[in-house]
């Protein structure tokens, strides 16, 4: 900030570039999914090979990362032992491409809009499966959160007028993959919530997809569900960070205390030996 309190043309600079980056993003994962929807659906192309098609993505982008890092040196290669890669990468790259090909089999039988809707369960997989491996602590106010998110996508469930069951089952199972795959519960921000709502407008007026005011009733008290446990959730780590910073300055006085005092003796002791 500026001291007249204007932004200074550096933090302009970061501001304009990471809301570039966040359009970038929601517009590539807004047209990826469009396009999924188009190649896989009955009605449309009617490509029934979901597992070629994730395929054809994880080849990709795993050419495009290692033109990037090994041909044109955009980010340093990180080095690694085998151990690390095999019980680290592998299993995360696994559990990805599991998600995937789950999440592409689904759009076979379920609408766009359902299929976000039913992606708002993904903070209660995360966090109960958290729980289950004491990666969470278990908190009655958390998990009635959780209920209330579960609740929400039941609703719009109910609601869902193109409703599949084996569909349904799938985007669980995709669900519950990248659930596995991820450290943390705060997975649905801004930008995604923004793509999730941009991707129901689009199923509903150009898809033509059926969007029912319960689907949109149950979608929003998830959604509010979640926005809440990710606010909480906020709070919890910028709590835990401002400790962080006092438990570090109050370390740095305390060495500072010590070399003053530790300077203090040492000229006494000159002091005496002069006298």
Not at 55 to 68: G, R, T, V
Not at 151 to 159: C, I, M, T
Not at 203 to 213: L, R, Y
């Amino acid at each position: 900030m500026g001291k007249d309190g204007s932004v200074s043309d550096g933090v302009l600079k970061k501001i304009i570039l990471s809301y570039t980056y966040v359009s970038i993003w929601i517009f590539l994962s807004f047209t990826v999914i469009v396009y999924n929807k188009y190649i896989l659906d009955k009605k449309l192309y009617n490509w029934s090979f979901p597992i070629s098609l994730t395929m054809i993505h994880m080849s990709f982008c795993a050419s495009l990362a290692f033109l990037l890092v090994r041909v044109f040196r955009v980010v340093e290669p990180v080095s690694m032992s085998r151990e690390l890669y095999l019980t680290s990468v592998v299993p995360i790259g696994a559990l990805y491409s599991l998600s995937l090909w789950l999440s592409n089999s689904a759009y076979i039988y379920l609408s766009v809009s359902f299929i976000q809707m039913l992606k708002a369960l993904m903070p209660v997989a995360v966090y109960s499966i958290g729980v289950m491996l004491k990666k969470e602590n278990y908190k009655n106010d958390t998990m009635f959160n959780m209920l209330s998110i579960s609740l929400g996508v039941a609703v719009a469930a109910y609601g869902e007028a193109r409703f599949d069951t084996w569909g349904v089952i799938l985007q669980l199972g995709a669900v519950a993959f990248e659930a596995t795959r991820l450290t943390s519960a705060l997975t649905m921000n801004v930008a995604g919530v923004v793509k999730d709502w941009l991707l129901i407008a689009f199923s509903w007026s150009v898809i033509k997809d059926t969007v029912t005011p319960i689907n949109l009733f149950g979608y929003g008290l998830a959604f509010l569900g979640v926005a809440y446990y990710n606010h909480a959730k906020l709070q919890a780590m910028k709590a835990k960070e401002a400790q962080k910073k006092v438990a570090q300055s109050d370390e740095e006085t305390g060495r500072l205390l010590e070399e003053r005092e530790g300077d203090g003796t040492g000229k006494r002791i000159e002091q005496q030996n002069k006298d």
